[in-house]
């Protein structure tokens, strides 16, 4: 578009745009898919070691393109488009689309390895006969998860933005496995698997001949197992008192922005002059940054309401491989260490999207912002001024400033309402006089071709400069004479506030706070005790701590609420497939072991206890519920061919070892390219696959040895029929 208007532009002048949003989208899209060609690649590689069967791997695999070319169909019913969360959720899901076919096809595959020696069936009665025996346990599996990831379309604000994307392509990627896999998988079968070997694939194999030994040592010595997994949870209970938590991962845009706040009483000229400043300052110091744009105060529509001692600057950068350090945060301590160097301009770090929805959701730039409520202004500010030192005095605070909110220049008129009577000038009459003056009088609109110019008569530049100006304003009078303003007004000097900022209907200012090298909400806590401790606030004043704190405690909530309600519904259809509340509980044992290995990883990697890594925690509740179905679904079958129950959970545990594995491995080698991406957005989906990479290692581990041993224990159903 700017190419079709250039010709119409000025001699002279150009557009150049210094800001693509553009171009962080693609790097973004392009990470996820390269995460998303990587999963695919190593599902492929893992499905033929342990398949050990080409055909079936070809019958597992085509149902990755089926369900993704059916999940965008649906995504474009719905009217989502292909970006970074949704394409997220999908990379996210590449691990589970197999999962319902692995389990068709491993059975399938079994079945007719054992038809091939009697032939007594006709062959695609044997298919059915397969794919029937293992479709319940699949489809409530598949449903598990599902309901596991509709807690996410209940987020609001920022996450839910985030989220519900995410969830919806999971739903609509798993739905579409699910179907596809009891209806286009067995029919593919038919035709692939012509011939079925009768041994074991080599690394299942020797992966039995380690497990039922275990197993069985397990099984014989099942109060130390027992004892040993309780521990492993009361530690992960312990450890997961020092995971810091926050709301998001600080996605890395590849731009900065710098927030310059001067004192209130500068000039719009002087603020230019001083921004000019800084700018050359940073480009001559700091050889990263190419360009600065810079805005000061307010534009004409008002959308974004600053004061003329507020500029937000736009900082061009260098390609990363140019950069003299290593990373983004040494780049934004090199530009504050020129920023130190100007005193009176407080200053703060931020993104451009980052900064937009910062104030859209919070009202607010900042990880932390204190608003202090009250009804008396110069009250509020001699607190705010209390609190940002305080502050300041906390580990991990950064870029903290409370608003300077008095010192504006203001003229005021005092009418001398006798001497103005004496001579005939009414009040309204002199406020629409001076109105006039300074703000002009409209008169019409000059039409000059297409273009219409505005027509206003007003005082000259200089008329508000000073008191004395103001005073010399001629006011005319009925008779046609005319008196000074000053013969019947005292004009002067005084300062007053920026601006009376207002929330429900009260008075309020706000301190805020970057937060760096620590968790958000171990930041807060701190914070308020100190400043619960250091400030006495008097009567009528309050605090309320917001920022990207207030979305975490907001997001941590409602979680708290829909979780255990989706583990409620999980539980119901469980008790809909066994018909047996007491093998329903027994599934559920999975879900505190399987959170073991997720809060040992956040612990081991350093990160922090986030919205991504809550999704994580939730997808890994899916699995091992899954998981913990093919277990139980199987020993309920042995069990009704009235097999003893020790070799029920011994010979169960073994046939169903290659499904488990199959599926939590793969589950967690799809999230493997998300761990170690490095594109924009990679750091919202790292804590997810953190999660779910370390607590499948010890789901899949204390499914396969905790779960037989409890359903030796407790594994009969209430009512045998």
Known sequence: KLEEIAPALPPGVSVEVFYDRGKLVQRAVATVAQALAEATLLVLVLLVLLLGNIRATVNVALVLPLAALATFILMRQVGMSANLMSLGGLAIAIGMLVDAAVVVVENITTHLSSWQTGRRLPRLHVIYRAVREVSLPVSSGIFIIIIVFLPLLTLQGLEGKLFTPVALTIVFALASSLLLSLTVIPVLASFLLTRVSHEEPWLPRKLQEIYVPLLRWCLDNSRVTIAAALVALALAAVVYLFIGKSFMPTMDEGDIIVQLEKLPSITLDKSVDLDLKVQHAILESVPEVTRIVARVGSDEIGMDPMGLNESDVFMVLRPKSEWRMQSKDELAQAIRDVLEQFPGVAYGFTQPIEMRVSEMLTGVRGDVAVKLFGPELDVLGTIATEIESVLRTIDGSEDVFASQNDGVQYLQLTIDRLASGRIGVDVDDLQRVLRTQLEGLPLGIVQEGARRTPLVIRAGNDAGVSPAVIASLPILLEDGASVPLGSIARVRRVEGVVAVGRERGQRFTVVRSNVSGRDLVGFVEEARSVVAEKINLPPGYYLEWGGQFENQQRAATRLAIVVPVAI??????????????????????????????????????????????????????????????????????????????????????????????MTASIAAFGLVPLLFASGPGSEIQRPLAIVVIGGLATATLLTLIILPILYRRFGLREDPE
Do not use: H, K
Not at 624 to 649: H, R
């Open 568 to 661: 409620a519904l999980i539980f119901l259809l469980l008790f809909s497939t066994f018909r047996s509340v007491r093998q329903a509980l027994l599934v559920l044992t999975n879900i505190p072991f399987a959170l073991i290995g997720g809060v040992f990883a956040l612990w081991f990697t350093g990160e922090y206890l986030s919205v991504p890594a809550s999704v994580g925690f939730i997808a890994l509740l899916g699995i091992a519920v899954l998981n913990g179905v093919v277990m139980v679904a199987y020993f309920n079958q042995l069990l009704d061919l009235n097999m003893p129950m020790e070799e029920v959970v011994i010979e169960g545990a073994r046939r169903r070892l290659r499904p488990v594995l």
